[in-house]
């Protein structure tokens, strides 16, 4: 079974600070998905950013970015210009192609003015 | 509908009492899931669903707990005599099967309270 694992139950950062959000997982699946979301408040769940797995290079949208180390298993997701509505517990999730989304554990994320 | 819509989005129950909880999917989208989220947790697969394939159960944590879908529309969750832990957000997604990655849009949730 695949695990996702988010070791950093809590991070800070300043505001217009960048901040690295760490994610591990175990597969011996060699095509998959791996996913961002983001969760506030509101308890909306919404995708920040995906990766597929066959895709060396990583993806990026706008002030979100990913590192993806496909033989470490690795997948962070780096926040540049951290911005106050950044504040969300953020999800990190694996999905084997056409099958269910694995979720990690989660790291409530806090920005500071 | 634009959105996933759940109902109810809050719901108190006494301990024992039986439970439904509700799903609208996207219109079009062939696959909806089932998570539970404790309070401060993550997420909690319980179900999936795709097409007319006999449905992913391995996430449901009991014999009281079951689902259903009509076709590839509307879903429900049953939680029977429920118990204390079973107080949390039950939330609901639902995606487009394709051969590219298959992003969820998920509802808002229905936050379930047994006293």
């Known amino acids: 079974a695949q695990t996702v694992t988010q070791s950093q139950p809590e991070m800070s950062v300043q505001e217009a600070e960048t901040v690295t959000l760490s994610c591990t997982y175990d597969?011996?699946?060699?095509?998959?998905?791996l996913f961002w979301y983001k969760q506030p408040p509101s308890r909306q769940m919404i995708l920040v950013i995906r990766q597929e797995a066959y895709k060396q290079q990583n993806a990026t949208e706008n002030r979100f970015s990913v590192n993806f180390q496909k033989a470490a298993k690795s997948f962070s997701l780096k926040i540049s210009d951290s911005q106050l509505g950044d504040t969300a517990m953020y999800f990190c999730a694996f999905m084997k192609h056409g099958n269910k989304l694995v979720f990690g554990a989660g790291t409530i994320l806090r920005v500071k003015s | 509908g634009a959105g996933v819509s759940q109902s109810p989005s809050n719901k108190v129950t006494e301990k024992g009492k039986d439970v439904e909880l509700r799903c609208d999917p996207i219109?079009?989208?062939?696959?909806l899931y089932w998570y539970r989220q404790r309070l401060g947790q993550g997420l909690e697969f319980l179900i999936y669903?795709?097409?007319?394939?006999?449905?992913?159960k391995s996430g449901l944590p009991s014999d009281r707990f079951s689902a259903e879908r009509t076709g590839e529309s509307v879903s429900t969750l049953t939680i029977q005599r429920t118990q204390q832990e079973d107080s949390a957000v039950y939330l609901c997604a639902s995606s487009l099967q394709s051969s590219g990655a298959n992003v969820l849009t998920f509802g808002a949730g229905s936050r379930l309270t047994v006293l």
């Open positions: 597969t011996s699946e060699s095509n998959y998905y």
């Open positions: 669903f795709q097409g007319n394939s006999a449905p992913d």
């Open positions: 219109s079009g989208h062939t696959a």
